[in-house]
């Protein structure tokens, strides 16, 4: 059974960092993407960024410069390393793993930045 385990997420003053963490397991496909969404109080889900096995990544630009993924294929882990953090970045962040037949969700962890 295909699992996203998601972990980094809390609270942060304005201009700090927090690094999030995503390993997938019960999942074998050698082409994917992971990726992180976020979804904040009364907005639509968003893609924050993704990378694939390839390493080609994909940022939102609200975070290009700020934000930076990466993985590492042999543990199946994706990371997002969020600096400069800003209050709008607040919201509940989804790890996702897409390959060409399926579509898995973790099931978020919050990230707060305080003014």
């Known amino acids: 059974q295909a699992r996203l385990v998601e972990s980094g997420g809390g609270l942060v003053q304005s201009g700090g960092s927090l690094r999030l963490s995503c390993t997938a397991s019960g999942i074998i496909s050698r082409a994917n993407v992971m990726g992180w969404y976020r979804q904040a109080p009364g907005n639509e889900r968003e893609l924050v960024a993704s990378?694939?096995?390839?390493?080609?990544?994909n940022y939102a630009e609200s975070v290009k410069g700020r934000f930076a993924i990466s993985r590492d294929n042999a543990k199946n882990t994706v990371y997002l390393q969020m600096n400069s953090l800003k209050p709008e970045d607040t919201a509940v962040y989804y790890c996702n793993y897409k390959t060409v037949l399926h579509d898995h969700w973790g099931q978020g962890t919050q990230v707060t930045v305080s003014p």
């Open positions: 990378i694939s096995t390839g390493a080609s990544t």
